[in-house]
């Protein structure tokens, strides 16, 4: 659970604060900064935990954390009723922009019985049939979703689209709804282009890159066998990088391949699944210095009975891991945060610390922001209160319902 790397500010950032009334958040029993420096000596948890603690909010920032008694005077005043107080979950990996549904194929999978239907091709059906109102609808519901469930930063993809027409109209809608966009139309070969996918990697690097790099921050490929291999997944990045976009990978999630290193030789900032990793693999993670996150993803495995990733083996190899829920309607159709830390600490050897700073700082580092993810001055006030007296109730009691409030940028949400 390294610290968070050095990483640029996005223009939220720098934003000038609001001059807006302050409210004071107190009686917080168990505060997760993720600011070491904030936290007791005594503690070396880079969760950097504040007891009997309060936070002052100025507008859409946090401007003072520290303990109750020494609070300033404020406008305004809630009392956390002795609960825990968490920076805002950061969904670092999502696929939020679709239509239909998929409950035949997961019913199938669960029940030991063969399915045929087209996977992935199936949803790129319905989202293409889907008006776009139809899509930002269902956008907005599952952004709600997990906003009620303390997920305050989500990013998500296109990729059910594999048009020019429908990739570009998929990352309009997500645009409104995030700043944190990614082009995917390296998904998978569009069925058009089945008998033909040099030419869909060269439409995916051309007219539909140009038609989508102006809605989207970052450029995705699913480096796979059965999707994309190495030199089309390098393609891929590589043009998406010439038009300023930033790259991560979806990769090694179905077996061993050159997903990972791929990620790490491009600067990428995150190598998402990473379930089949070699010895080279993890040196690979661990020698970038958190540039390149290891973005774990157990919804997935969760939901197709995988292997699950091997998190305490990165973690102790020194890599910078990040949990995401993968909300997607195939293979993880959860947006509980709260959920994957769960199975990170039954299935996949973190500790609740190590989950819920993956959850939290870690899906920052994932998308290389340093105003999100924390509890400091300067932060933004994105909070998450728990009905529980400490983080570790995520992992303690798993299931139940622990979210009391929410606030984004300042705004109580929930």
């Known amino acids: 659970m ?21 409210t004071l958040i107190d009686n917080i ?15 070396p948890s880079p969760l950097g935990v504040v007891r009997d603690a309060a936070v002052v909010i100025e507008g859409d920032r ?6 109750s008694r020494k609070a300033p005077a404020t406008d305004n005043r809630v009392d956390a009723g002795g609960r825990a107080l968490l920076p805002g979950f950061v969904d670092s990996h999502t696929h939020l922009v679709f239509a239909g549904d998929r409950t035949e194929e997961f019913n199938a999978r669960m029940s030991g019985r063969p399915y045929t239907a087209g996977g992935i091709r199936t949803t790129v059906a319905a989202t293409r049939a889907a008006t776009e109102e139809e899509l930002e609808a269902n956008l907005v519901r599952h952004l709600r979703e997990a906003l009620r469930q ?3 930063t989500v990013e998500t993809k296109s990729g059910y689209g594999l048009t020019v027409e429908d990739e570009a109209r998929s990352l309009r809608v997500a645009a409104r709804h995030t700043d944190e966009v990614t082009y995917l139309g390296a998904h998978v070969v569009a069925p058009e282009h089945a008998d033909d996918p040099a030419a869909y990697v060269e439409l995916v690097t051309g007219e539909m890159l140009d038609a989508c790099a102006p809605h989207a921050r970052w450029v995705d490929v699913f480096c796979e066998r059965g999707a994309f291999d190495g030199d089309q997944a390098r393609a891929v990045l590589t043009a998406g990088r010439e038009r300023g976009l930033l790259p991560r990978v979806h990769a090694n ?18 190598a998402d699944h990473c379930t089949h990793l070699s010895d080279a693999d993890v040196d690979a993670l661990a020698s970038s210095g958190g540039r ?9 495995e969760f939901s197709t009975r995988a292997p699950w990733p091997d998190a305490r083996r990165l973690l102790d190899a020194g890599a910078t891991v990040a949990l995401s829920t993968d909300c997607n309607p195939g293979s993880s159709y959860t947006s509980s945060m709260g ?11 973190m500790t ?15 998308l290389r922001r340093a105003d999100v993810g924390r509890i400091a001055p300067g932060a933004r006030a994105d909070l998450l209160l728990l009905d529980a007296p400490s983080h570790v109730h995520l992992a303690y009691r798993p299931g139940v319902p622990l979210v009391a409030g929410v606030w984004r940028g300042g705004v109580r949400e929930v």
Do not use: K, Y
């Open 2 to 22: 390294n610290s968070t790397p050095d990483i640029p500010d996005t223009p939220d950032t720098a934003g000038a604060r609001s001059t807006a009334s302050t």
């Open 29 to 43: 029993a168990h505060l997760v900064t993720n600011d070491p420096s904030l936290g007791s000596s005594r503690d």
């Open 62 to 67: 946090v401007v003072w954390t520290g303990m």
């Open 150 to 152: 303390g997920t305050t």
């Open 253 to 270: 999630q179905l077996g061993h391949g050159p997903g990972v290193r791929l990620a790490v030789e491009l600067g990428a900032a995150s």
């Open 292 to 300: 390149t996150v290891a973005t774990l993803l157990p919804g997935a």
């Open 339 to 349: 959920f994957c830390v769960a199975l990170a600490v039954r299935d996949m050897g």
């Open 352 to 366: 609740p610390d190590e989950a819920v700073w993956a959850a939290t700082a870690g899906g920052a580092a994932a």
